[in-house]
């Protein structure tokens, strides 16, 4: 997961610019160059060293994380503010459930301040939202076949396949996607 991850800057070449962003339980929104320590602290409930024990507990988690300056200072802590201070970049947010549960109230707040277009949210496994499916790509486990890999990297793999395609653009992404799932 973390080396296809690592490598979607290098794929992203219908993008002018490319930043690696990293949505992290223990510290937060930063920047893939930011200098951390080794930890273990996932959302999802039920794991040992999960910083929460329900969605709740997760997303006050993240918005406390926002609040504090991070190992990268100067450094948007939150998807609203890397969306506010970025508004002409395109931003493609993957995450598991677990991680979208947790910044969900986050990445409300930057739709509400993103363009059309601009945003598109990567969550293979998840029915979208009604009120989030104008942003969500569509994807599950039928697309492991094209992807391959586990079904742990799946939204990893599934964001590597569309920028290697040279897709940038929300529409097409989403046309793609479901062409290859039909």
Known sequence: HWDIARSLPTLATG????T???ASAGWGLIPVHAPIRPYSAPFPPGHPDSVATDTHGARLW????AAW???APGSPRSLATLIA???SDRVIVVLSQAYLAACETDLRVALGVSKPGQVSILTARLTPR???KDWHLPGD???QQVVGGT???LNVRIAAGLLAAGLSDHVAMHDRLRKQLA
């Open 20 to 22: 690696l962003w990293v």
């Open 141 to 143: 486990a039928r697309l």
């Open 15 to 18: 993008f002018s610019r490319t």
């Open 130 to 132: 009604p009120d989030l």
């Open 85 to 87: 201070e970025h508004p």
């Open 69 to 71: 300056p991070g190992p």
């Open 62 to 65: 993240w918005q406390a994380l």
């Open 151 to 153: 079904r742990g990297a």
